[in-house]
């Protein structure tokens, strides 16, 4: 009896001894694109149930209000992986050291300039001296990507047009009217565009080179064990984690026919950094505003 009972204490003692390592992970991601709590869980549910299968982690989602949100987040240890697009992720990187983990790769993600169809502008030479709307400011395909595909043509940025900054249906309108030459913006919105509005032509006189990928980054504070195991997440079940994160949602179609690409470096982004160079940004410790 006394021989079983010290059996157990030794098993009991041994199970207590275990490191933490061994115990499920526990990790919290963010998005800087989705907005509250209720949006993170409905866009990004089925990815965080199939990661934690597949990756033995435990996910605890982090809603943000936007990216300067989200880099103070990290900056203050507040959450340890976040996706986040090319311009961001620059950002990020000034501010916080974060380490690259993986590429959410976006098939046809570049920037265009568009025009009316059947409007006057029939090159980037004719919008010399005109408005031109953009999107979000700050913006890796509605703001950074045009303006580079503008220079690459000849047009230098705030000198030889007037760059604004618009939601994309009123700038559609505007261009209709004659406020503006142009909209500078990515392939599905341009595709979302013209499924709205069926009556309308519109013709592409610029487009960028591909955008780099958007990118999921860690906190610098994550262990590198830890950052590993998610690379092998992605590496070994890629195809399962792509099926969920575009599975039943609108705003990850962006995604579909994409990759994950786990050797994702730091250098990748130094086109971004040459395009904030285009519109005179050479310091990357914040964002645009």
Known sequence: MLKTLTCALVAAAALLSVPAVQAQEAIRFAVTDIDGAESLQREFGPFKAALEKVADVKVQFFAVSGRTAAVEAMAAGQVDFVLTGPAEYVVFKARTQAVPVVGWQRPDYFAQVVVLASGPVKSVADLKGKTI?????????QHLGPAQALADAGLKYNVDYKPIFVKRNV????????????????????????????????????????????????????????????????????GDLMKAVTTGTDDNRKFLGGVFLPDVKDTDYDYVRAIYATIGITEFNKFIE
């Open 171 to 238: 700038a559609v309108e505007a261009m209709k009217r004659g406020d503006i030459g142009a909209i500078g913006l990515n392939l599905t919105h341009l595709q979302r565009i013209r499924e709205s509005d069926t009556k309308t032509g519109f013709a592409v006189v610029a487009r960028g080179r591909d955008l780099p990928n958007d990118v999921m980054i860690a906190s610098p504070k994550v262990k590198p064990e830890v950052v590993a195991k998610m690379r092998k997440a992605f590496l070994e079940h890629g």
């Open 133 to 141: 709307s953009f999107g979000e400011i700050g913006s890796s395909s």
